[in-house]
């Protein structure tokens, strides 16, 4: 009878939790919409696009997977990096957590930073 209750309660746990690619998949969308809304506004404030890059972009700069107690309300964590400026040496900098029980991610930090994407800065100097 015990072993039933443990080998239910297991199961139970494994199918409330996400896959992986699928919380990452979610991020993808998430920062997607969010880069489009970056751009969005900042054209909406300057009134013309002459500033902005081509071809905007982000980098994950970090990403966490949690488990066990830690993961309890958020089993997820990730930081991004938005370049968007094509003179100005500045990006936008947001941090995210995937919610557990909500099944989302939820944006709890955003800051302008001053400095160039590293990986840019290095591909240009060779």
Sequence with gaps: ??????????LFL???????E????KLNAYVQEDLKFIVAQTIHAS???SGILDTPYYRVK???????DTAAVYSAYAEVDF????DIQMHEKRKYRYNAHARQWDRYY?????GQDSLERTATAK
């Design 62 to 68: 970090d990403f966490r997977l949690f488990a066990g």
């Design 47 to 49: 009134g013309d696009r």
């Design 110 to 114: 955003k800051a302008l930073k001053y």
């Design 22 to 25: 699928r919380i990452e998949n």
């Design 1 to 10: 009878m015990r072993y039933t209750i443990l080998l239910t309660l297991a």
């Design 83 to 86: 370049f968007i400026y094509q």
């Design 14 to 20: 494994l199918g409330c939790s996400e896959r992986t």
